[in-house]
Each structure stands twice: as structure tokens, then as C-alpha cells.
């Protein structure tokens, strides 16, 4: 494996200045993005309770598409999407950049994550890429709300994958 491709599954590559989202502004395919293209926004910072991580994948399913369709009329959109856009996509694969020092003993830097979508805080139900920024950008910040919902712990860490050597 290359150097740069194990920087990048250890979580210590440099983050840029500005990444990549495509927010949705309302119901269809024209309301993503700006003229069809992702915007960029300035990277995010974290705080001592937060975790910084880079969207690795993100797989988009129905409920997804339904979001484009409803926009705004959607049940779980909570919000005027014109002001505040949605950021689809709650099928992800996810690598920690950053630990907030208060999270220091349960994260780590390069460690690969994906969560359980529905998060529930104070008996309602929000959802990674309708609340939260999704998998639809490259990199997010997760808080307390998700690590510590009324269900718990909604981030599952994944275990490494081991390269093996193939046989001729």
C-alpha cells in the first residue's frame, strides 16, 4: 500500500482550507447544489466535545430520494430548506480527523465509524442527513447529540480491514 493511501486511512492527511457539500434548497433535482455543482464551504472546526470526520462513502437509498421529491414537505425536514438546506445522505462510512479532548478515552484519529441513522433527543426523532449534515459533503462535525441520544450511542465503530495477500 502507498504512503499516501495509508495517510488517508489513518485520518492524517491535511484538511483542506475548503471542502465540497451539496446542500438540497427544496423538492428536485435543481434545488441540489448551486447551478448543478457542490458548493465549498470553509472547513469545519470541532470543539472539546465534538468529532471531526471525513465522509469516506455514502450510499443514498429511498428515503433519500423521497427528500427530493417532498423537499420541504417532507415529515422528518424540520426546517425552511431555502434558508437552511438539507445535506442528504445517512448511509455512510465515516474516519475520524479530530478528537475533542473530552472524548480523547473512547475516540481516536483514524478510526473508521458508521451510525444508526434515527437519533432520538428529548423523545423526537432526527436524522443523520436531514438534520444533521449527511454524506452528501466531505467532512462533518458529530456531537454529543449523536454519541449520547436518549438510545444511547448512535456511532458503531467498524473494525480495520486487514489487507491479505492474494494467491497467483
Known sequence: MTDKLNDYRSGTTPLPAKYKLWPLYGA???SLGKDGQPIQVPAPSYGPDEL???HDACG???????VIAQGQNHPRVFRDMQKEPV???HEVSMTILGVGKNLADRYKVGDRLT?????????????????YQGGLSQYSVIGPEIYNSDLGNNLIKVRPIKATPRSP
Open 60 to 66: 443514498l437509498c429511498f428515503s433519500d430520494t423521497k
Open 28 to 30: 428536485g433535482l435543481e
Open 52 to 54: 471531526l470526520i471525513r
Open 115 to 131: 451510525l444508526e441513522t434515527d437519533i432520538v433527543i428529548k423523545g423526537k426523532t432526527y436524522a443523520y442527513g436531514y438534520w
Open 87 to 89: 445535506v442528504l445522505g
